[in-house]
């Protein structure tokens, strides 16, 4: 039986909720929390304090595709002050972490925590690691038993304080601008210390502020409102080449390089980034996900740039405040996340807010916005936007040419349509490319990328299927298909 002594004497434990859930499932989204209460009744019955670390939209009922199975069981089973529900779209690898640190606790995961190790540089990094290999606990399922690792030494607690505040401050940071200020502080030392190599120097600045955020907005920008999963891997890996100027060849180039997983499946990560914004059905390579993002932080934004603009400002001088104001994000992916398209500021503005409702003067680095007075600015949604733009007739000329449509192609006649529907003739033009290879054909003949021309794939596909040209298309496998009716 515990009693307060043995508590006292006994480290304080952290469950990672969605970690052991998971794992108790085989490892399948999105768990089940008779593991977490399996894990939280081990615990308790040692003598130690225990906490279930758990993301708010495992435990949302309106959303039961993602709620954990046997919620009223857990529920029922772990005390309410023992479980620490952490915010949908915030990181819990950093809760946790914190947690643990400031507490002397011990974490109970499976998880390495290789994307809160990518963070941080020189000594933090070597006490993070000390830190991990005493007070990360892995753990298995067998016959439905929980059972952490058997080689693993349980640290006595630590009266008082829990650790010097010298690992606090290093270790439990995880947000970017934290990051940033230690590799600042730690440069001197290595500096009077070891020589840096030049490639090593190299690294560090090419990945310096690409991070998870970084890859958060370029799907943001991306993300079409409903995509097959299995079809995501190429799409994002090209997409962060062009937005970054990389050269990655596959998406565990791209985690590692952001510092993500690599093991986790693609759909775990578009969980793990947007939360409750993302929902799947289907299974294996058919998959589906559905991206709902939300409106509130959209909205926010741009309200702040209509209050911005309402007199005269240099565009130069909103884009650095745009920056600030979202956390630090680029102004441009700022705009294409709001569902803006554009190369240019100037452009994105244009096109999220209409070009009757700006005035522009100056020139260059001068060049001033201001909104028109007066002037009725609607704010749609991204994906209302993105129904609501006007299909550009020429790109999809380019892209039928791109997937060899004869330039004489005429639509077929009726009799002729009649006979292949009954299959007593053939198509006259069929034709399937890799969506990836249309898109590089595409940048290369019109300097532009093909997410700018149809920022939802399913606009490309409705404008060839509602083309004067009698053709139908549709995206399977990666790629565009393209055939005669």
Request: glycine share 8%; with cysteine.
């Amino acid at each position: 039986m515990t009693n307060k002594k043995i508590q006292k004497e006994l480290p304080k434990i952290a469950l990672d909720g969605a970690n052991i859930a998971c794992a108790f499932m085989g490892h399948q989204i999105p768990g089940d929390a008779i593991g977490i209460v399996k894990a939280h009744h081990y615990f308790v019955e040692q003598g130690h304090e225990v906490v279930a670390f758990v993301k708010q939209f495992r435990m949302n009922e309106k959303n039961p595709k993602q709620m954990m199975k046997n919620l009223d069981f857990f529920y029922q089973e772990i005390p309410k002050d023992a479980m620490a529900v952490v915010p949908a779209r915030s990181d819990d690898d950093s809760f946790f972490i914190d947690f643990c640190v400031k507490n002397s606790a011990v974490l109970i995961t499976q998880d390495g925590l290789k994307d809160h190790e990518g963070r941080l540089q020189g000594e933090d990094r070597d006490k993070f690691l000390k830190w991990r290999s005493k007070n990360r606990c892995d753990y298995m399922f067998a016959l439905d038993q929980f059972m952490p690792d058997p080689n693993f030494s349980m640290p006595a607690a630590v009266v008082g304080s829990s650790s010097s505040s010298e690992i606090k401050s290093s270790i439990a940071t995880s947000t970017k601008a934290g990051s940033k200020k230690q590799v600042q502080k730690t440069s001197p030392q290595r500096k009077a210390g070891k020589k840096t190599t030049a490639k090593k120097k190299t690294q560090r600045n090419k990945s310096k502020g690409r991070g998870i955020d970084d890859l958060r907005d370029i799907l943001r920008a991306n993300m079409d409102s409903e995509f097959g999963v299995h079809s995501m891997g190429t799409d994002l890996v090209g997409w962060c080449n062009d937005e970054w100027g990389t050269s990655m060849t596959s998406t565990r180039a791209l985690r590692k390089y952001v510092g993500l997983p690599t093991s986790p499946s693609m759909s775990a990560i578009l969980e793990r980034l947007f939360g409750d914004e993302v929902s799947f059905s289907g299974e294996g390579q058919n998959l589906v996900c559905r991206y709902q993002p939300s409106a509130s932080s959209r909205t926010k934004l741009e309200d702040w740039l209509l209050d911005m603009m309402s007199e005269w400002i240099r565009l130069s001088g909103l884009g650095h405040q745009l920056s600030s104001e979202a956390g630090g994000k680029k102004p441009k992916m700022i705009l294409k996340g709001l569902g803006a398209k554009g190369k240019t500021f100037e452009e994105l503005l244009k096109n999220l807010f209409g070009q009757e409702n700006l005035q522009f003067r100056g020139e260059s680095n001068t060049m001033e916005v201001r909104l028109v007075k007066g002037a009725s600015v609607p704010t749609p949604s991204p994906r209302k936007r993105v129904v609501q733009a006007q299909v550009d007739k020429k790109a999809v000329k380019q892209i039928l040419g791109i997937m060899g449509l004869p330039t004489d192609w005429k639509r077929p006649s009726i009799l002729t349509f009649f006979k292949r529907l009954l299959g007593k003739a053939p198509p006259a033009f069929e034709s399937t490319m890799n969506y990836a290879r249309v898109g590089e054909e595409f940048l290369r003949l019109t300097d532009s990328r093909l997410s700018e021309a149809f920022p939802d794939r399913k606009i490309l596909i409705n404008s060839i299927n509602e083309s004067r040209y009698g053709l139908s298309a549709k995206y399977a496998n990666n790629s565009l298909i393209i055939k005669s009716r």
